[in-house]
């Protein structure tokens, strides 16, 4: 939210990297205090953090990316494509102060009850590009202020042979009013840089999580652990969709015997509108001509808008063909996510120790053909020869494949 990215039309297929110097400083300043009173205890911190980056300034060229086109009075004043030479990925100087309150009250030995209360406000100073707005001005103050305000709550209790937990979690993330203004490329019928559409900060928005946990002993050395968590991002920016999560959890740690022990897991998630791009892909994927293998033919005339008569309703542009004609979501974000996870462990002594452990995730969302599974088997090691060293050696192999659709344009004269 802090870092500032350069992006040309070419990189969004191509890798572009440099390197770059990182001379970063963060400096704390943190109070404190805790009070005890009877069953309740109270505890108070202030933090203040300081941001400063002294790292070299990264420079791209934009006038190597593309041909000159178009009136240079125009061409020069609104396309980042001829601005010249401009920096990029540098991150802001920044303020930071937070106040955190917690309470805990302990009703019996088996319930308690904990909370706190943080109050955060992040103050963010810009730049304009090159000291000089070229790029890009600031309208009133260049200082950026951000707000974060959070509840938390804990629940701990035993009704018979069951533990059980329930936590919440509320907080709002309430930051800059700020607006940025591209050129309107949603409507063909209008020259986009004779119309402004403005996008709004993805920052703000309002978070409730919730959780519940239950934990049952099947046997000796054997226990059962259920639990649900419950998540709602609500985003300040309508364009942006609100996301739920719902996840279901359950485990087993059990000691087979005095040198043996087993842990296994599985989470299942059901989410609803993850972060996703609304008609990012799929040039004419649905209106165009299909000529199979899911290529799909669109001609001149299909942008050309009778009764207009302007210099743009004759040619086709990047702007007036390629953008109103995406016609697909876009997102690597899945809907449903399985997680299997488990671990075996051996102890032959008090100072040897070995485990075998694997981790398998399948993450999907078909909405947009997406699937992306994970496979991370490893083992480790742990010897200590005496009380003051011990060494630990461990191997993991991690394996990942992901397919996702994507859409790529041939333009033919």
Not at 135 to 146: A, K, M, P, Q, V
């Amino acid at each position: 939210m802090e870092q500032s990215i350069t992006l040309s039309k070419c990189n969004a297929c191509h890798i572009e990297a440099e390197g770059k110097n990182i001379s970063e400083t963060t400096e704390d300043i943190t109070l404190g205090m805790t009070g005890k009173f009877g069953a309740l205890t109270v505890e108070y911190e202030y933090l203040n953090r300081k941001f400063d980056d002294s790292s070299s300034i990264e420079e791209y060229n934009y006038l190597n990316s593309g041909v000159w086109r178009g009136d240079p009075a125009v061409r020069d004043s609104e396309e980042l494509l001829y601005a010249g030479v401009n920096e990029y990925a540098g991150t802001p100087d920044s303020d930071k102060d937070s106040h955190q309150i917690k309470a805990r009250y302990d009703f019996s030995n088996y319930t308690t009850f904990s909370g706190s209360y943080i109050k955060a406000d992040i103050e963010s100073k810009k730049d304009n590009a090159l000291d000089d707005g070229t790029t890009y001005t600031f309208e009133g103050s260049d200082t950026l202020e951000s707000e974060y305000t959070g509840y938390t709550g804990r629940m701990n209790t035993r009704i018979g042979p069951v533990r059980l937990s329930a936590s919440a979690n509320v907080y709002e993330i309430d930051g800059p009013e700020y607006t940025l203004t591209f050129p309107d490329r949603d409507d063909i019928t209008v020259d986009p840089y004779e119309t402004t559409a403005e996008y709004h900060s993805a920052e703000s928005r309002e978070v409730t999580e919730l959780g519940l946990d239950a934990i049952y002993r099947l046997a000796m050395g054997t226990t059962l652990r259920l639990g649900y968590d419950y998540e709602k991002v609500e985003r300040d920016e309508e364009e942006l969709g609100v996301t739920t999560t719902n996840a279901f959890k359950a485990s087993v740690n059990s000691r087979l015997s005095r040198k043996l022990s087993f842990r296994g897991s599985y989470e299942y998630q059901d989410i609803d509108e993850p972060f996703f791009g609304e008609n990012a892909t799929g040039i004419a994927q649905v209106s165009g001509e299909s000529v199979g293998d899911g290529a799909m033919v669109v001609e001149k005339s299909d942008f050309a808008i009778v009764g207009v008569d302007n210099d743009f309703n004759d040619t086709v542009y990047y702007w007036n063909s390629v953008y109103p004609s995406r016609e697909l979501d876009a997102t690597n974000k899945p809907d449903q996510v399985n997680e299997l996870k488990g671990s075996v462990t051996w102890s032959p002594s008090v100072n040897t120790s070995a485990t075998l452990f694997t981790r398998y995730r399948i993450a999907e969302n078909d909405a947009v053909n997406y699937r992306q599974t994970t496979f991370v088997p490893g083992a480790s090691v742990y010897y200590a020869p005496d009380g003051k060293m011990n060494m630990t050696m461990a191997y993991t192999f991690n394996r990942q494949e992901t397919e996702n659709q994507m859409c790529v344009g041939w333009y033919h004269g």
